[in-house]
T-cell receptor
Framework: DARVTQTPRHKVTEMGQEVTMRCQPI?????VFWYRQTMMQGLELLAY????????DSGMPKDRFSAEMPDATLATLKIQPSEPRDSAVYFC??????????????FGDGTRLSIL | GQNIDQPTEMTATEGAIVQINCTYQ??????LFWYQQHAGEAPTFLSY????GLEEKGRFSSFLSRSKGYSYLLLKELQMKDSASYLC?????????FGKGTTLSVSS
């Protein structure tokens, strides 16, 4: 059963530290999304890529967040320096090529991030 | 702009029927999704509507009215395992814009 894989599942660190979250999309999927989920804001789109090229990162704080796809099997989301308000669950999702309307995105299990 | 509204919480009993409403005001529309998310888990796809009307899938059905910017998810024969958050999302272009979710609690 194909799955989106995210690592780490949990991360606790002190403010000011760099945090890197990784995502392996489903093999053959060429569109990758990063979301952040909090109780207050719900599920928010941060950025997404198609064929490794960033298409939209308007939801992402540019000063401390960066997202990349070094290759087709790896997407990364980095926060540097991290702040307590970054504490959230970060989800990665992927979708297949020629995503037709109605074809769902598949979500990973998320990275639960706590910044102390 | 994008605005998607759904109730924060709902409660129901086993065997009952519950309807979760969603209204949306968005600058683009390519379809309306419903996802289910159990506590501590990833969202999973439930249904998709792009044309007006009702789509039925087993115990779950979803309805869309594009002219009213309105959708609902209907859950029949509720089971305890249906206790979860239900997320309404509009597909604007490629990306999904999510509502904050409705937490459904099913009791015996």
């Amino acid at each position: 059963d194909a799955r989106v894989t995210q690592t780490p599942r949990h991360k606790v660190t002190e403010m000011g530290q760099e945090v890197t979250m990784r995502c392996q999309p489903i093999l053959g999927h060429n569109t990758v999304f990063w979301y952040r989920q909090t109780m207050m804001q719900g599920l928010e789109l941060l950025a997404y890529f198609r064929n490794r090229a960033p298409l939209d990162d308007s939801g992402m704080p540019k000063d401390r967040f960066s997202a990349e796809m070094p290759d087709a099997t790896l997407a990364t989301l980095k926060i540097q320096p991290s702040e307590p308000r970054d504490s959230a669950v970060y989800f990665c999702a992927s979708a297949p090529p020629r995503q037709q309307h109605g074809q769902p995105q598949h979500f990973g299990d998320g990275t639960r991030l706590s910044i102390l | 702009g994008q605005n998607i509204d759904q109730p924060t919480e709902m409660t129901a009993t086993e065997g009952a029927i519950v309807q979760i409403n969603c209204t949306y005001q968005t600058s683009g529309f390519n379809g309306l999704f419903w996802y289910q998310q159990h506590a501590g888990e990833a969202p999973t796809f439930l249904s998709y509507n792009v044309l007006d009307g009702l789509e039925e899938k087993g115990r779950f059905s979803s309805f869309l009215s594009r002219s009213k910017g309105y959708s609902y998810l209907l859950l029949k024969e509720l089971q305890m395992k249906d206790s979860a958050s239900y997320l309404c999302a509009n597909q604007a272009g490629t990306a999904l814009i999510f509502g904050k979710g409705t937490t459904l609690s099913v009791s015996s």
